[in-house]
């Protein structure tokens, strides 16, 4: 075996941060080591994008003098990792971040794509190291995908029109498959002003693990839209509600329970953002950078983890720092995307795909 050289650094001062880790492979593991006697919190930051002028934590560790001895994979390629010091009470940590190179002892298939690695943890079947097998056995998954092709929308499907004028759920013609959520063209409540599509049962909660839902959305006018893409905690159908939204800087929220990523042109910043309500209790918005871009496709996938933190990503690219407590883990939830117009004038959504997983 051959071992990258590690980067590591001591931790003394807030902000203080080892090398960057360039991760070449997606699939690929990490070892993170953390020592000393400390009292401080330390964050695993990625690179958002391509370069480093920005970081999101992917883990955090703040027990006091813990040794910490974790592997972590990388999702995507050439994906880059720092330690980073968020704050520091006292004492000294010696932190390192270690890649373990397979490249002498890797079988690829005619196109250079790794099948079988020899590393320090195992061997890794199609890069995918041991500890995420459980993410592609199918016999420990639970998921529903729908690419909306077909002439009529599945029975499993709660499908919710507002009861104002024009609103409207229907098959698009399309190249794919796709299905137009249409929200109503006058004015009032959001009840009436939206339309939903959604699962036809509360066959979800947090506390199962690696809670998932990706979606493939256009938007035809930013500037008059409210847009939910997440899991809430009752059936559209029987309550047409806005799970989360923004009111002025701060989320609001209808449901007692929902998480997800949202957009509303209503709130004071006009941008994607993530976030919960749990117990309705409401977290703060953690935004994306940037407005939906309209007329034209985006994805949306929300991660929710068996501890209630939520993370978003818009095509790829993660929406800020996740978001903790963000639902109840035990509570029931729906996947649901909600589609309303903010004044008199409708709003149309072009869903291209909905796919829905967690652990059994």
Request: charge should be negative; glycine fraction near 8%.
């Amino acid at each position: 075996m051959t071992f990258y050289a590690p980067v590591s650094a001591s931790f003394t001062d807030v902000n203080d941060v080892t090398g960057t880790l360039t991760v070449p492979r997606a699939g690929q593991s990490f070892d993170v080591n953390i020592s000393g006697t400390y009292a401080q919190t330390i964050d695993l930051e990625r690179a958002v994008g391509s370069d480093t002028a920005a970081w999101q934590r992917v883990a955090r560790w703040s027990t006091a003098n813990a040794t910490v001895n974790e592997t972590h994979v990388a999702t995507r390629n050439n994906e880059k990792y720092r330690l980073r010091l968020h704050t520091d009470t006292s004492g000294t940590a010696v932190v390192s971040l270690r890649l373990l190179s397979a490249s002498d002892r890797t079988i690829t298939d005619a196109l250079g794509n790794p099948q079988i690695e020899y590393k320090d943890d195992g061997v890794h079947v199609m890069s995918i190291a041991p500890e995420r097998l459980k993410s592609v056995d199918p016999t420990q998954r639970v998921s529903w995908f729908n690419d909306f092709l077909g002439d009529t929308l599945v029975d499993e499907l709660d499908i919710t029109a507002g009861s104002g004028t024009g609103n409207a759920v229907a098959l698009s013609a399309g190249a794919g498959g796709r299905v137009a959520i249409t929200s109503a063209s006058d004015d009032g409540a959001i009840a009436a002003n939206a339309s939903s599509i959604a699962l036809d049962a509360l066959d979800w909660r947090a506390d199962q693990g690696g809670l998932v839902l990706e979606t493939r959305i256009q938007i035809d006018d930013i500037s008059e839209a409210y847009v939910f893409i997440g899991f809430t905690d009752v059936l559209p159908s029987t309550t047409h509600e806005a799970p989360i939204f923004l009111n002025g800087a701060d989320i609001d929220s209808d449901a007692a329970n929902a998480v997800g990523v949202a957009y509303d042109v209503d709130g004071t910043t006009e941008q994607w953002f993530q976030g919960g309500v749990k117990a309705n209790t409401d977290t703060a918005p953690v935004y994306s950078g940037a407005a939906p871009t309209e007329g034209a496709y985006q994805t949306v996938r929300v991660e929710v983890d068996a501890n209630g933190t939520v993370q978003g990503f818009i095509d790829g690219i993660a929406i800020g720092d996740p978001v903790e407590n963000a639902v109840t883990v035990t509570t029931p939830l729906v996947p649901t995307i909600l589609v309303a117009n903010r004044s008199a004038n409708q709003v149309i959504a072009l869903v291209d795909y909905l796919y829905v997983a967690a652990n059994r």
